[in-house]
């Protein structure tokens, strides 16, 4: 099945930095999710982006289909950053499967 | 509107007793998953639906039982629980397929098999 790698799989921050989450994935996929799971486990859906960039607020994210991979860019970042990461991917072929990477898990520091 | 809703969000049961975690959703959606999450694992896919009446296999299937009789529930069921069981649970749903809209998760069942 499709391989979905998440990288760094640790990040340390001081308030204020910015940074960059990458997704990289195995096979082609009609669809990319960036989720954020926050420090009491709730998983929040931040972007829907099989391809191109989409921003809200401080975060964007960039999917590059062809190339298989994706990006998701925090800037200015808060202490409410913190938490995990994690992308996932619909392969294409008509599945309805969602496949999750293992997640990068950012701590910020005030 | 209260989204996904799990229930329980703790259970501790004994090896070999069954039980069955509850997911219902008012948002009308087709799509509803089960995932399981332990650590350093991300999540993994135990069954899906895309509507009442429709049930298939994910990623990690064994020792779960799904059914949907209605758009709103899709309850997970443990016929007989073992340690390797132990993890947490989260339901999803989405108006129409896995990949075609944001999923919606509920806030999770935190299962622990002695």
Known sequence: GIQVEQSPPDLILQEGANSTLRCNFSDSVNNLQWFHQNPWGQLINLFYIPSGTKQNGRLSATTVATERYSLLYISSSQTTDSGVYFCAVITQGGSEKLVFGKGTKLTVNP | ?114
Request: aromatic fraction near 8%.
């Open chain 2, 1 to 114: 509107n209260a989204g996904v809703t799990q229930t329980p969000k703790f259970q501790v049961l004994k090896t070999g007793q069954s039980m069955t975690l509850q997911c219902a959703q008012d948002m009308n959606h087709e799509y509803m998953s089960w995932y399981r999450q332990d650590p350093g694992m991300g999540l993994r896919l135990i069954h899906y639906s895309v509507g009442a009446g429709i049930t298939d296999q994910g990623e990690v299937p064994n020792g779960y039982n799904v059914s949907r009789s209605t758009t709103e529930d899709f309850p997970l069921r443990l016929l007989s629980a073992a340690p390797s069981q132990t993890s947490v649970y989260f339901c999803a749903s989405s108006t129409a397929g896995a990949g075609n809209q944001p999923q919606h998760f509920g806030d999770g069942t935190r299962l622990s098999i002695l």
